[in-house]
């Protein structure tokens, strides 16, 4: 019997709780998971890829299961393909996120029939987590602390630091 190889993309620019909920779980439902770190044309990232691969390896570092974490610039079925994985592992947060993702599971499939979507809803507690209001409340001066763990926090915090904080003169 061959290995069930899933595959969890995202830019994970900073990683949050949301993220590691869907990790831990989506790791229990295959052999293997490979975390794919990519870049997103449309996204400006706060870290750059090396730094992204880095802090996802810290952290999915105690999760049960056997998890790699590789980064790629291709099409994510192409990525797939690559990795021999069958499964795409994706988290919702809301309703928003289901239709963007019911659209991208529906053309991954034209491109690859062999390989099946499966959509995880993250924890009630951790939905409104978005990678994109964590930098946006950081760049603020806000408490990001509930919505990513403490290590990404202070590389965050490091980064505004460094960069500057908006609102302030």
Same mark, same amino acid.
């Given at each position: 019997m061959s290995q069930r190889i899933g595959v969890y993309p995202g830019t994970f620019d900073p990683i949050t709780r949301g993220h590691m909920d869907i990790i831990r779980r989506g790791a229990k439902l295959v052999d293997r998971l490979v975390? *794919? !770190?990519t +870049? %997103?044309?449309s996204k400006s990232p706060m870290f750059s890829l090396p730094e992204r691969l880095a802090m996802v390896e810290r952290? =999915? /570092?105690d !999760? +049960? *299961?056997d998890i790699r974490v590789v980064s790629f610039d291709s099409l994510l079925m192409d990525f797939a393909e $690559?990795?021999?994985a069958s499964v795409i592992v $994706? *988290?919702?947060r809301a309703v928003a996120d289901f239709e963007y993702e019911y659209q991208m599971a529906g053309? %991954?499939?034209q491109i690859n029939p062999r390989v099946e979507t499966v959509f995880l809803m /993250?924890? =009630?507690s951790l939905q409104p987590i978005a990678s994109r209001l964590v930098k946006e409340i950081a760049l603020y001066g806000g408490d990001i602390s509930k919505f990513v763990p403490p290590a990404v926090r202070d590389e965050v915090a490091a980064r505004v630091n460094q960069i500057g904080r908006k609102g302030s003169a």
């Open positions: 975390i *794919g !770190v +870049t %997103n044309p952290e =999915v /570092a !999760v +049960t *299961g $690559r990795e021999h $994706r *988290g919702l053309m %991954n499939q /993250a924890d =009630v």
